[in-house]
């Protein structure tokens, strides 16, 4: 048997079957991605060199020249020393069509003594008393189904003053499920239907879309005529839930919420809208350099793709809107139910070492220690 603090070495193939991702093209896309990155090494091995023709052999013999030295077999290299096959890994780590074959040959070396990521330990921990198995894909969506809402950060207010998140995970199988579930229709929002799509549960591919009856849209009266000047205001008329594009365009069914929503504090639609507007200049700020004229290169009228793109988003924002309550009731679920503490977690080895300079309180323990 191998040494079992040396690293394992498996065909990137066979390890898909073991570990089943090729039912799952989000596992597989996030493999592909770790070894793009770098954080998993794969390697790759030339093919052997041709033999050496006979004939040729024979008529250096006759000759009386020595025969020459066998040629040496090639050894394993890097994958992403070479070029094509790093092209290739990053086409894959995009979900894109990429050489399967020549990605399938690859040697995957995975460390033993150090786990492949935090997450799989982590939720291993987390889902332990339902004795169920989660995915680190499971967890991601587990933290933006408890954490990407604004409950959560009215909540933990004080304690984000601090950087770094603070997850409270739940100790029951069942309400991590549920925050999970939500979590992965908030990703596909956010990802505008890219990660993980899933007709089934709701979450088609392609652009969300708000239910007919409620969606944002362009009255007939609401369009901005093609060649128009580009607007140079935007405003809310709250009463008619209608957004206002410049003097003429505007789109009806916009909520009060989705007109305030914010991201890091900036209005998200006044955000988008200043990239796009006639005047997109910012005020400059102290001894700054001065912009540059190539931000003066613009689009001299409103693009259709303008309109899109803002549909797009106000529906996205309306449905992110619509899943807030579900989120803030899961997250009192969670914090009023059996938590896994920052204790167990450090126990299985799931968080390593706490960062220097970091001290882990006692008071508030029920909640506080709940959290990493």
């Excluded at 987390?126 to 909540?155: L, M, Q, R, S, W």
């Excluded at 988003?313 to 009192?332: F, G, H, I, K, R």
């Amino acid at each position: 048997m191998g040494n079992p603090t040396e690293p394992r070495r498996i065909r990137l193939a066979d390890y898909f079957i073991e570990q089943r991702l090729g039912a799952s093209r989000e596992a597989a896309i996030d493999l592909y991605a770790r070894i793009y990155s770098g954080e998993l090494r794969a390697f790759y091995t030339p093919p052997p060199p041709a033999p050496v023709d006979l004939d040729w052999k024979m008529r250096l013999l006759r000759h009386g020249l020595n025969d020459p030295p066998p040629t040496p077999m090639p050894a394993e290299i890097p994958a992403l020393d070479r070029p094509k096959i790093k092209t290739e890994i990053g086409k894959a780590a995009r979900g894109m069509d990429a050489d399967m074959a020549l990605l399938d040959s690859l040697v995957l070396e995975i460390p033993i003594a150090i786990p492949a990521s935090n997450e799989p330990e982590a939720r291993e921990v987390v889902v332990d008393n339902a004795e169920a198995v989660a995915t680190a894909e499971e967890v991601f969506a587990y933290i933006a189904g408890i954490a990407a809402h604004p409950a959560y950060t009215a909540k933990f207010q004080g304690d984000l003053t601090t950087p770094g998140l603070r997850i409270p995970f739940t100790a029951d199988g069942d309400t991590f499920a549920a925050v999970a579930s939500t979590g992965r229709r908030v990703i596909w929002l956010h990802t505008y239907g890219e990660r993980m799509p899933d007709a089934g549960q709701g979450r088609p591919e392609g652009a969300p879309r708000v239910s007919a009856d409620a969606r944002p849209t362009v009255p007939k009266d609401g369009a901005i005529p093609p060649h128009a000047a580009l607007p140079e205001e935007l405003r809310y008329d709250a009463e008619k839930q209608r957004l206002h594009l410049g003097s003429d365009g505007y789109i009806d069914h916009v909520l009060p919420a989705v007109w305030a929503y914010e991201v890091d504090g900036k209005q998200v639609i006044t955000q988008w809208f200043s990239y796009r507007k006639r005047d997109r200049s910012k005020p400059q700020m102290g001894d700054k350099r001065p912009p540059s004229p190539l931000q003066a290169i613009q689009p001299d009228h409103w693009l259709a793709e303008y309109t899109t793109d803002l549909l797009d988003l106000l529906n996205v924002l309306t449905l992110l809107v619509e899943l807030e309550p579900e989120q803030a009731s899961l997250l009192d679920k969670v914090c009023n139910g059996p938590l896994v503490s920052e204790a167990e977690l450090q126990a299985e080895g799931a968080l390593g070492a706490p960062p220097a300079g970091i001290v882990v309180e006692d008071s508030n323990e029920k909640v506080q220690q709940g959290l990493f």
